[in-house]
């Protein structure tokens, strides 16, 4: 159990996270008050990886949402097995010649038909982190099925009853504000902007995740990032980009980033052509 934001800043670096004050604040209320953490940010910013930290940190099992358009309670929290209720039902009928039908139909809507889907998982296995990621990706609806898991850690199954968490899992959302969440759910939540790092912290991310990397080229993709990043680009790189990108240097056996070296490889950092083009115009200023 970690007693400050500072412990717990010193627990994510030991797994490779290098959180800064506000982040690691946010996170320690989120455990110390047991409340789910809302982040939002740019993609890239370490959002998804905050709570993949968090659960390596901490040793308790990770559970993942991923969000997208469309997504329902089938997908999110549970379904039956219909296909093995079905042969439960006919092993039923074939042994009895006087099926008493309530308690055929009682027997279908248990434990060993159901099947748990991640919200449901997080609740029969807390404790745990559940990571909802791309909470913006949802609509309306799934927004408001949410509340109640939110709300009391417990989930109502119409034909089983209730499932409640003996100890609330730590939950962290995601949102890269494709779309404005409703406040009935940030109402719910701590919330924690994230931006991208700093020109030091980034590099110290560099050399963390990657050992083998120079002081040098270190700083120059740091520095190149950033610069990115204040183009009107289709898509900024973050910082899973910065690491690719000083990767396949360091593949390439750089130890320095060039404009040569750096045009060849803007494939790691960048992924519209776009916004590629508009970069190998401006390579020498960015590098300067």
Known sequence: MVN?????????????????EGVATA??????????????GEPGTGKTSLAVSLAESLELPLIRLQCHEGIDAAQALYEWDFPRQLLHLRALEAGSENLDVDAAEQSLYT????????LLRALKASPCV????????????FEAFLLQLLDENAVSIPEFGEVRAEQPPLVILTSN?????????????????????DLAREVAILRRRLPGIGDRLATQVAGAVR???????????GVAESLDWAQALIALDRDELDAETAARTLGAVLKYSEDMDRVRAKLDA???
Request: with cysteine; net charge negative; proline share 7%.
């Open 4 to 20: 400050s934001p500072e412990e717990l800043a010193k627990t994510l670096e030991r797994v490779g996270y290098l959180a800064d």
């Open 27 to 40: 996170a320690f209320l989120a455990l110390r008050m047991r409340r789910p953490l809302f982040c939002e």
């Open 111 to 118: 434990e060993r038909f159901l099947l748990a889907r991640p």
């Open 130 to 141: 559940l990571l909802v990621d791309e909470i913006d990706r949802a609509d309306d609806e």
């Open 177 to 197: 504000r494709t779309r404005e969440v409703h406040d009935a759910l940030k109402r719910r939540c701590l919330y924690h902007w994230l931006e991208h790092p």
């Open 227 to 237: 610069r990115l990043r204040e183009l009107e680009l289709l898509k900024p790189p």
């Open 286 to 288: 960015l590098l300067s």
